[in-house]
């Protein structure tokens, strides 16, 4: 089960954001840290202060005697260095996990909220394998066709690893609060083929009774805000830690984007809120998706997949008589 701690990606932002707080307390400019301590290269405390290099606890101490912290802080900065360098320690929480999931799991291990929109698909925390198989085929194919596919991640090994992710919804004791709005569209027949949309709805279904869990739909008619058209789909991240960054995590169609920036992610959580407020309420999107599931039931839907194994169940209240198909 994913840990309850951040990752040790996070644990680096965090720990630069803190030096670098600390520098500019001391009035000092990154030159002037360079020339006192005798390092090398500039780009070393730069690469500390943005996060993008393994801290050495040696390095951190030296910066922390330049800058004349306290103890009580010393002895924080120094724990977080620790989490910071051990990545493998991290890793074993995960028996699989390619470079592209890894980057999700980074984030939200350590979540106190997740809040997530996609315009056309149902986001990865919440996909069934039979769903998520299709997904990954299909975005395979189109790197085939382009030349770059890369034969070294096998659909069923990012299956696994998608998989993986998902038992931080219903990790005990500290399970973020999960947030999704997913477009009616996501949830169509172009989606998949009648059996795999009908098990994504059941799993829906169940994962909206988890007390951590809300869903919203949005008709596809549905007016958001002042006819305001969300161009992408993102993601928001809370952390437990309060003085962990905040994180948007904004989704094209093959590349991804992260900022901590305020004012970027101010902006999405305007979108976000416009977005809960137009979209149908939780007990009528739990509604909304028993009929769909009762639909495809009705359509000939077959209650087993062919596409894979059904994920491991979730611990759920009591539902609603209507929600018959699992």
């Known amino acids: 089960m994913p840990p309850a701690s951040p990752s040790p990606i996070l644990r680096r932002r965090r720990l630069g954001t803190e030096l670098r707080r600390l520098r500019e307390a001391a009035g000092l400019t990154g030159d002037q840290v360079i020339e006192r301590i005798g390092w090398a290269s500039a780009s070393k405390l730069s690469r500390l202060e943005n996060g993008r290099s393994r801290p050495d ?3 951190v101490r030296t910066l922390l005697d330049l800058y004349g912290a306290d103890e009580v802080l010393r002895k924080e900065l120094l724990g977080i260095t620790s989490e910071a360098g051990d990545m493998r320690g991290w890793l074993k929480n995960f028996p699989v996990m390619t470079q592209q999931q890894r980057s ?14 996609n315009p056309v698909l149902v986001p990865g925390l919440l996909q069934t394998p039979g769903y998520a198989r299709m997904r990954i085929v299909s975005a395979r194919q189109v790197g085939e066709r382009a030349g770059d596919a890369d034969p070294a991640e096998e659909p069923e090994t990012e ?63 549905t007016r958001v805000g002042d006819w ?28 991804d984007v992260m900022s901590t920036e305020a004012k970027t992610l101010n902006r999405y959580k305007v979108v976000f809120e416009w977005l809960c407020t ?44 209507r929600l018959t198909e699992r």
């Open 104 to 117: 999700w799991a980074e984030l939200e291990a350590g979540c106190a909220e997740i809040s997530e929109y």
């Open 278 to 321: 137009a979209a149908l309420s939780a007990s009528d999107t739990l509604s909304w998706l028993i009929e769909a599931t009762g639909r495809l039931t009705g359509a000939g839907a077959p209650s087993t997949v062919a596409y894979g194994p059904a994920t491991a169940p979730v611990q759920r209240r009591p539902r609603p008589g």
């Open 228 to 255: 305001y058209l969300p161009p992408t789909a993102f993601s928001l991240y809370r952390f437990a830690d309060p003085l962990d960054p905040e994180t948007v995590a904004i989704e094209g169609g093959f590349t």
């Open 159 to 221: 299956v696994k690893a998608r998989l993986a992710r998902q038992s931080l919804l219903t990790r005990e004791p500290d399970a973020p609060r999960y947030t999704a709005v997913l477009e009616e569209a996501a949830l169509g027949r172009r989606a998949g083929p009648p059996e795999v949309l009908h098990e994504q709805l059941v799993q829906l279904c169940e994962l909206a009774l988890l007390p951590n869990v809300t869903l919203h739909v949005l008709p596809r008619d």
């Open 57 to 59: 606890p040696d390095d």
